[in-house]
């Protein structure tokens, strides 16, 4: 009913999968989701526990590393004062947060520095450094400053050392070092972290160097949940280390030890052990918010203050932000979509921009037309002549490297980004020919040539043999995100005895086979399609209904529920 096509697992996925079962053990559903992983029989189970000590990469790999630990400890004994200038996003901000935490626990302090998206844009930026400059004597710059070149040189009498993971240029910044696997000279081994990942491989190299200077430094593991919080609220692909980030970080959150996640979760209503859904969904967007339509440093304040007041009077506010960052989004969404419609949605660039569309709001509704056209979007939103956008990729597509061409070509003021996101900065008239090489750019990569992407599938499951204990085993192959989807499961036959509309475009509804096996099941934007209508008003019929299985916990009850991802009406 979405249109797409549903695609199962090949007679070979069959065969590696029943093999694998027989040589492991695991249940059948988990040893299918294995094999396509690519895992054999004697790596599943590191696969199915992975330990950070086995798949963290050595910190000096990674060019600059040694001289910036020095410096940032040499800055910390020597009682020098130290600003961290981080992105008001959910990955510069637990960056700052990680960065601060631990000189709190040294027994230091440092100040936080992010600036506005409206007033300042992305970045350092030259006033703001020059600053910072005449006050501290060391500057960090975290999921910013690879191609702050003007900023970072205005920071006179300051040392400054950037921590990032944005494409870099063919030139470095005049920094004391620049710690970034997406360097135009890194192997790009670990070009898949986020910034908090590189902030965290320099805090081990700092504790390593502690050690060897025999001192003992903060507990690192401690700090893993803000490392998967941004691991997977930045769309990073979870896979090698950043599995283990994220696999060990919830299990910190579940502690909840830190006050701001705490009170982020208590907001969010959050009544459930944590899980990647949670940290995408429920507590990134909350981090964003204050970036987006607020004040830019409440993220970074939330996640690395101590004091549970303070945390729940931040996680409320951010809450607010929140609410009506969703309103504001829905509105540009709405204009946005009905431009792209109007210019067409089978190009190789989907794109929409209007006057005084928030900038807060665009990367956001950039991922929305992504989503919907399986193609990359770009949103801009205009205050004059200033253009300032954001853009979503599709796997396959480096939409940064593409982006940051046409900064060189002239054709942008100020861009780039990373392979999956990009952000951008251009003057009104050069929005077409912008966006008409940037169409061109893209077309050279593939982009475009696929139709609505396919919905492929793990396999067919009854009603009755979707338990909690199914999900939970199958919750052992996670965590699931960019990288390694989540399982999908098609429900062969089934008929609808309950299904209700919630709010404007969900719908809820209950199903079985007729067996006894019955399930809940939940359908999110199903009336932006036909789905939604289709299912609402099914007059008896039976439909195959495909999804992801989920837990829903309410009041300390646990039942099985599927996220409705599609459907198909069974043919008389």
């Not at 970080?249 to 909840?256: I, Y």
């Amino acid at each position: 009913m979405t249109g797409r096509r549903w695609i199962g697992p090949t007679p070979e996925d069959d065969r590696q999968a029943e093999a694998l079962a027989q040589d492991t053990g695991l249940a059948p559903p988990l040893a299918r989701i294995l094999a396509q992983r690519g895992v054999s029989a004697p790596q599943a189970a590191a696969f199915l526990a992975p330990a950070l000590r086995d798949l963290l990469p050595d910190p000096r790999s990674l060019r600059d590393m040694e001289p910036v630990a020095e410096r940032f400890l040499a800055a910390v004994s020597g009682g020098e004062k130290i600003a961290v200038f981080a992105d008001y996003d959910v990955d510069g901000g637990a960056s700052a947060a990680l960065i601060l935490c631990w000189l709190r626990d040294m027994g230091r302090s440092a100040t936080l520095y992010v600036p506005d998206r409206i007033d300042e844009g992305y970045g350092p930026n030259p006033h703001a450094m020059a600053e910072l400059a005449t006050s501290h004597d060391l500057i960090i710059c975290v999921d910013c400053g690879t191609l702050s070149h003007e900023a970072i040189a205005a920071a006179k009498g300051a040392d400054v050392v950037v921590l990032d993971h944005h494409l870099g240029g063919e030139t470095l910044p005049p920094a004391l070092g620049v710690v970034n696997p997406n360097r135009q000279d890194e192997d790009g081994a670990a070009g898949h972290l986020c910034a908090a990942g590189v902030v965290f491989l320099m805090l081990v190299e700092a504790g390593r160097q502690l050690r060897a200077a025999g001192q003992q430094g903060p507990d690192l593991m401690a700090m893993l949940d803000l490392v998967a919080l941004a691991t997977v609220a930045d769309v990073a692909p979870l896979v090698g280390v950043n599995r283990a980030f994220v696999r060990q970080g919830l299990k910190v959150m579940a502690r909840r030890a830190r006050p701001g996640l705490v009170a982020l979760s208590d907001v969010a209503r959050m009544d459930a052990a944590p899980n990647s859904y949670h940290l995408g969904f429920l507590l990134g967007p909350r981090v964003n918010a204050g970036g987006r339509i607020g004040k830019a440093d409440l993220g970074a304040r939330l996640l690395a203050t101590p004091d549970p007041a303070e945390a729940a009077a931040l996680a409320e506010k951010l809450d607010q932000l929140n609410t009506e960052r969703r309103e504001i989004e829905a509105a540009v969404r709405a204009a946005a979509m009905e431009q792209a419609e109007t210019r067409g949605l089978d190009a190789p660039l989907v794109w929409a921009a209007g006057e005084g569309w928030h900038p807060g709001v665009v990367g956001i509704v950039a991922a929305r037309l992504k989503e919907a056209t399986n193609r990359p979007a770009v949103v801009i939103g205009f205050d004059g002549d200033a253009g300032k956008g954001s853009g979503r990729s599709v796997a396959g597509v480096d939409l940064g490297a593409a982006v940051q061409r046409l900064a060189s070509e002239g054709l942008l003021q100020k861009g780039g980004g990373h392979r999956m996101a990009a952000g951008l900065s251009l003057d009104r008239k050069m929005l077409e020919p912008a966006m008409e090489r940037l169409s061109e750019l893209l077309a050279r990569q593939g982009a475009g040539t696929g139709g609505v992407a396919d919905l492929r599938l793990d396999g067919t499951l009854m009603p009755g043999a979707a338990t909690v204990d199914l999900i939970e085993g199958l919750e052992d192959a996670g965590p699931f995100g960019m990288g390694a989807p989540a399982p999908r499961f098609a429900f062969p036959d089934c008929e609808i005895s309950y299904a209700k509309r919630v709010g404007d475009t969900h719908l809820r509804l209950t199903f079985g086979d007729g067996m006894g096996g019955r399930i809940d099941a939940i359908a999110f934007g199903a009336f932006d399609s036909a789905l939604g209508p289709a299912l609402e008003r099914h007059g008896g019929a039976r439909f195959h209904l495909a999804g992801r299985l989920e837990i829903n916990t309410w009041q300390g009850r646990q039942k099985v529920q599927l996220r409705l991802s599609d459907a198909a009406q069974v043919s008389a």
